[in-house]
């Protein structure tokens, strides 16, 4: 894809990723804004999204992300990035509403819903995807430290299977602008005394079944509330179930609404969890994968782990 070439002439552009927007997506997005914004001098390019965490508050035009959409003339060129037009929330409508919409993404449950497509689910970051596509000569500083943030973040600093020689070239070249990586590395590890405390008793009331090959773990509302946690403040815990010794497949979830869960799985070598969040409207990566589902927590976890057990003995999931 030739970015140039896609927005030739374009005066007003749009960016969008995805609902609950994690350090991929808001990467992803404001890598894309600066870039574009230097290549094509004559163009608004603003970025919508629902509020990211403030984590994310050192990257360059953070404080100029837009958390409502209000009604307005068409966008010349709409871009969708790290997810499907489906999950841009009130962005949607924006980009369903472009003279041009272009979605970039590697989620493999993305088969592409713009009028170009750019969708690689061998790469690891939408931000890497965006990156091999840029013209290396205007990469700065600030973009470099964008699109480091998404590589890091979608794959746990280098630790996940996606990660691949060109992530880390791509890497080697993003740090050699010489912003703060250790700093970024750092805070992508640290939580606040809140998140640890609502970990722990994630953790501690966690369940294993099928043998120890499943872990699931849920947060209900009144929990959620006596630690006034938002949902950002519970990323991290489905990758520590994950890390227990044994464990295949590990489920996450926290409760959105009277009987409706927000689940969260991960996998090590043998469970496609995107396969089963697909079964249930929701989508991702073959190790990390998520969706909605209705019922309760017991509904929920029995309907997961008949796909999860199908896949563990070897039958089509
Ligand atoms: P997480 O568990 O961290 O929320 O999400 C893991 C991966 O699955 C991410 O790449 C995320 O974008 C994707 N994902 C999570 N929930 C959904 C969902 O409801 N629908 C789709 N299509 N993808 C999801
Ligand atoms: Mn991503």
Not at 14 to 21: D, K, L, T
Not at 89 to 100: I, L
Not at 102 to 116: A, K, L, R, T
Not at 171 to 188: T, V
């Amino acid at each position: 894809m030739d970015l140039r070439e896609e927005c030739l002439g374009a005066k007003k552009i749009g960016i969008s990723g995805h609902i609950r927007p994690d350090g991929d997506c808001v990467g992803v997005c404001l890598s894309l804004q600066m870039y574009l914004s230097k290549l094509l001098p004559e163009a608004e390019v603003t970025v919508y999204l629902q509020k990211p965490s403030e984590e994310f508050s050192y990257l360059k035009g953070y404080d100029e992300i837009q958390t409502e959409c209000p009604v307005q003339e068409p966008f010349d060129v709409y871009f969708a990035l790290d997810c499907s037009g489906d999950r841009l929330g009130d962005a949607e409508t924006y980009f369903q509403n472009a003279k041009k919409k272009i979605n970039i993404d590697h989620h493999i449950s993305n088969s592409g819903c713009g009028d170009v497509n750019l969708v690689r689910p061998e790469v690891g970051s939408a931000c890497e995807v965006l990156y091999h596509i840029m013209d290396a000569e205007l990469i700065d500083k600030d973009i470099a430290e964008a699109l480091y943030t998404g590589i890091i973040h979608d794959t746990g600093v280098f630790q996940y299977s996606n990660t691949t020689p060109e992530t880390l070239q791509a890497a080697a070249f993003l740090i050699s602008f010489g912003f703060n990586f250790p700093k970024l590395i750092e805070s992508f590890y640290q939580k606040t005394y809140l998140q640890t405390q609502i970990m722990g008793r994630a953790l501690m009331e966690s369940i294993r079944f099928m043998d120890g090959r499943c872990i699931v773990s849920m947060v209900d509302r009144k929990t959620m509330e006596f630690y006034n946690a938002v949902p950002g403040d519970l990323d991290g815990i489905v990758n520590q179930l994950r890390n227990i010794k044994g464990v295949d497949c590990a489920i996450f979830m926290y409760e959105t609404n009277v009987l409706e869960y927000k689940v969260s799985m991960r996998s090590n070598e043998k469970v496609d969890v995107a396969k089963v969040a697909s079964f249930f409207g929701g989508g991702g990566h073959v190790r990390a994968a998520g969706c909605t589902m209705k019922g309760t927590f017991h509904d929920c976890v029995n309907n997961l782990s008949l796909h999860i057990d199908k896949q563990l003995r070897g039958e089509q999931g």
